[in-house]
Each structure stands twice: as structure tokens, then as C-alpha cells.
Nanobody
């Protein structure tokens, strides 16, 4: 069974940056797309950014211009560079991998933006 492990979360001041990473326990084949989701307290989980197998990227409006999603297939990793963080970015961030055979989720990493 594939496991996804997120890292890089933490406490940061408004305007600061964090880089989240997601590493798979083994190679995942036939990936359709990969993404970062977040869930704030009392809110539904939402898609923040996604990247396809062809490296086409999409972002939610609030993330455009501030976040960058990337992947390194050779290392089974995906990253989310988050700049100019705002308090409203506070949430648990989850990585997701959607392949032809299955969908995988990480356990989540907490991001808190506060002064």
C-alpha cells in the first residue's frame, strides 16, 4: 500500500513563506494528477493547487501568484511553495495523488499563519 507523507508545515508570520513536501513510499504509476488540498476548522476541504502528469498546473484564486506546485517524479515527491502567507491560509494541508488505479491521501500537515 502506498503511503504519502507530508512535511514542512508549521507556524509562520503573515507575509512569510513555507515549502510543503509530499513523499510517496514507493513509485506510483499511471498518475493522472496530483494536488494539494487544505481544510480549515469548520470548513470543507478545498483544492489549493494541482499538477497533471503533463505538468499542467491549476490554482485556486486565492493561491494564484503566491503558491507554486511542483513535482519530482524521480524522487516520488511533490512540493507546494507558499509565499506571502496570510492568516486565512491557516489550515491542515493534505497531498493527494490520483492514479488510474487508486487515489491516495497523506495524513496532513498543519500550517498556521499568525503574528
Amino acid at each position: 500500500q502506498v503511503q504519502l507523507v507530508e512535511s514542512g508545515g508549521g507556524l509562520v508570520q503573515p507575509g512569510g513563506s513555507l515549502r510543503l513536501s509530499c513523499t510517496a513510499s514507493r513509485m506510483i504509476f499511471n498518475i493522472i494528477d496530483m494536488g494539494w488540498y487544505r481544510q480549515a476548522p469548520g470548513k470543507q476541504r478545498e483544492l489549493v493547487a494541482s499538477i497533471t502528469s503533463g505538468d499542467s498546473t491549476t490554482y485556486t484564486d486565492s493561491a494564484k501568484g503566491r503558491f507554486t506546485i511542483s513535482r519530482d517524479s524521480a524522487k516520488n515527491t511533490m512540493h507546494l511553495q507558499m509565499n506571502s502567507l496570510k492568516p486565512e491560509d491557516t489550515a491542515v494541508y493534505y497531498c493527494n495523488v490520483h492514479s488510474i488505479l487508486s487515489t491516495y491521501w497523506g495524513q496532513g500537515t498543519q500550517v498556521t499563519v499568525s503574528s
